[in-house]
């Protein structure tokens, strides 16, 4: 279990490092701090408010035997994350924001009964908020997603690409157009091209004039390949190199141990366990 653990973090990080590249990178299962601040945390935050978040509904109602109480109280992982560091400011997609209110209110909840100790920390919403599934553009794109063809991934190799992209939901009108409420499919095409191509909406609408859906499809495959291929460059080079890949875990875990230990030792004492 814990060789595969750490081939499995091998492989994360090839891919974090390929994105981007930074001096460190830490490991968060190797900062206790973490799960300790998240256990705290849990016990400020009443059942139904986990309930009724919008991720928690949709993930019960895919899974066959309902969710687990670790899905259920990930959001609370996911505030300890941030609070930990005392960010003051996390970029976000939109699918994200109802957990950040999650994150700003435990922040609040904690100042008012403590003092004045975590930051309530901003959003910042990405240019593009939301990418949609392929094969159903009413949800978002999840790697999670049964669906192989309703995602997208860096690792696809150039000839899945061009085959997600040709079975993508659109609808039977052949122009391009960006109407999100009422033509939501090709919107989406419209929108990841204009992300991958660092285009404005406009201007990705005007290189597309004259071009039916389908050969959009094939326009906005090319798009994708060409923005992932460097970084899928990067990410077979750094798999090669296990031992940078292992002294990037060390070095990054040990520095946010570092930064991390000193806040939950005092939450610790604030909330009476020192």
């Given at each position: 279990?814990a060789m595969?653990s750490?081939?499995?973090?091998r492989g994360?990080?090839?891919?974090?490092?390929a994105?981007h590249?930074?001096?460190?990178?830490a490991?968060?299962?190797?900062?206790?701090?973490?799960?300790?601040?998240?256990?705290?945390?849990t016990?400020?935050?009443r059942l139904?408010?986990l309930?009724?978040?919008?991720?928690?509904?949709?993930?019960?109602?895919t899974?066959?035997?309902?969710g687990?109480v670790?899905?259920l109280?990930?959001?609370?992982?996911?505030?300890?994350d941030?609070?930990?560091y005392?960010?003051?400011?996390?970029?976000?997609?939109?699918?994200?924001?109802?957990?950040m209110?999650l994150?700003?209110?435990?922040a609040?909840?904690f100042?008012?009964?403590?003092?004045?100790?975590?930051?309530v920390?901003?959003?910042i919403?990405?240019s593009?908020?939301?990418?949609?599934s392929?094969?159903?553009?009413?949800a978002k794109?999840?790697?999670?997603?049964?669906?192989?063809l309703?995602?997208?991934r860096?690792?696809d190799s150039?000839?899945?690409?061009?085959?997600?992209?040709?079975?993508?939901v659109?609808?039977?009108?052949?122009?391009?157009t960006?109407?999100?409420a009422?033509r939501?499919?090709?919107?989406?095409?419209?929108?990841i091209?204009a992300?991958?191509?660092g285009?404005?909406v406009?201007?990705?609408l005007?290189?597309?004039?004259?071009?039916d859906?389908?050969?959009?499809?094939?326009?906005?495959?090319?798009a994708v390949?060409?923005?992932?291929?460097?970084?899928k460059r990067?990410?077979?080079?750094?798999?090669?190199?296990?031992g940078?890949?292992?002294?990037v875990?060390?070095v990054?875990?040990?520095?946010?141990?570092?930064?991390?230990?000193?806040?939950?030792?005092?939450?610790?004492?604030l909330?009476?366990?020192l």
């Amino acid at each position: 279990m814990a060789m595969r653990s750490m081939r499995k973090a091998r492989g994360c990080w090839s891919f974090i490092r390929a994105l981007h590249k930074g001096p460190e990178a830490a490991q968060t299962p190797q900062v206790s701090e973490h799960t300790q601040l998240s256990w705290i945390l849990t016990c400020m935050v009443r059942l139904p408010r986990l309930q009724h978040l919008h991720q928690w509904k949709v993930k019960i109602a895919t899974q066959k035997h309902g969710g687990t109480v670790g899905l259920l109280t990930y959001p609370v992982l996911q505030a300890a994350d941030i609070l930990l560091y005392k960010s003051t400011h996390v970029p976000v997609g939109e699918d994200q924001v109802q957990h950040m209110e999650l994150v700003q209110d435990l922040a609040r909840e904690f100042n008012k009964k403590y003092g004045e100790f975590f930051p309530v920390p901003r959003s910042i919403l990405t240019s593009l908020k939301k990418v949609k599934s392929l094969r159903d553009p009413s949800a978002k794109m999840s790697k999670s997603d049964p669906d192989k063809l309703a995602t997208v991934r860096i690792t696809d190799s150039p000839e899945e690409i061009v085959q997600k992209f040709r079975k993508a939901v659109t609808d039977f009108t052949s122009e391009v157009t960006y109407e999100p409420a009422r033509r939501p499919g090709v919107s989406n095409l419209v929108a990841i091209h204009a992300a991958v191509a660092g285009l404005r909406v406009e201007e990705a609408l005007q290189l597309s004039a004259g071009v039916d859906t389908g050969r959009y499809k094939l326009l906005v495959a090319d798009a994708v390949i060409q923005r992932f291929a460097p970084i899928k460059r990067e990410i077979e080079k750094l798999k090669t190199d296990r031992g940078h890949l292992e002294k990037v875990l060390q070095v990054g875990s040990a520095k946010a141990k570092e930064l991390a230990r000193p806040v939950c030792q005092e939450v610790k004492k604030l909330v009476g366990f020192l």
